[in-house]
């Protein structure tokens, strides 16, 4: 089965200033496709940006980067010039097939 | 194009009684997935319908159904309630083509059992 992990429950970074989360994740699959949603206080699930995993180049989203290294498996999100409004929780997930798998989540505060 | 929609955002039930929740998808998305999300387990797969047929299942009990109409809206069912069924249960919907597509949320709706 496949798992995700992020192992930060809680990050903090001063506004302006850049953070990156951590996922790592287990699977036997070549082809798939990873995630990272936001979630902030409303509940609502955002899509922040997407990787499919047999593209070697990282996924970029205006100021939301990743950083996706296959064979670690590992795929970190880098968020530049945070702002207050980034504050929230995200979610690394996982999608081989009709299911997404997710991560336990990282609360992001951001300080002005 | 309008969100998914769900309804409704608020119930409580008390333990034993049952319960409906209905999610419209984006327009044009066929396929819908059902996750409970709760403090303890966190974001767990339901169930995913595609034009009306039940495609994969998460492991939860019985009580648990779902069922999706011609256009594909979707409803899931909770029967007996139990106290730890209290969670937010979150909608999403893609298109119908690949089905690594890209998930897309609704609200969620927020349920309480006493």
């Known amino acids: 089965a496949q798992t995700v992990t992020q192992s930060q429950p809680e990050m903090s970074v001063q506004e302006a200033e850049t953070v990156t989360l951590s996922c790592t994740y287990d699977t036997s699959e070549s082809d798939y496709y990873l995630f990272w949603y936001k979630q902030p206080p409303s509940r609502q699930m955002i899509l922040v940006i997407r990787?499919?995993?047999?593209?070697?180049q990282n996924a970029t989203e205006n100021r939301f980067s990743v950083n996706f290294q296959k064979a670690a498996k590992s795929f970190s999100l880098k968020i530049s010039d945070s702002q207050l409004g980034d504050a929230a929780m995200y979610f690394c997930?996982?999608?081989?097939?009709?299911?997404?798998?997710f991560g336990g989540g990282t609360r992001l505060m951001v300080k002005p | 194009k309008a969100g998914v929609t769900q309804t409704p955002r608020y119930l409580i039930k008390t333990r034993g009684q049952q319960v409906t929740l209905s999610c419209s998808p984006i327009?044009?998305?066929?396929?819908v997935s059902w996750y409970q999300q709760t403090p303890g387990q966190g974001l767990q797969f339901l169930f995913e319908?595609?034009?009306?047929?039940?495609?994969n299942k998460g492991n939860f009990p019985g009580r648990f159904s779902g069922r999706q109409f011609s256009n594909s809206r979707s409803e899931m069912n909770v029967s007996t309630l139990e106290l730890g069924d209290s969670a937010l249960y979150l909608c999403?919907?893609?298109?119908?083509?690949?089905?690594?597509?890209?998930?897309?949320f609704g609200p969620g709706t927020r349920l309480t059992v006493l």
């Open positions: 327009s044009g998305h066929r396929s």
């Open positions: 997930a996982y999608n081989a097939g009709n299911m997404l798998t």
């Open positions: 990787q499919e995993a047999y593209k070697q």
């Open positions: 319908y595609f034009s009306e047929t039940q495609r």
């Open positions: 999403a919907s893609r298109l119908p083509g690949l089905a690594t597509d890209t998930q897309y």
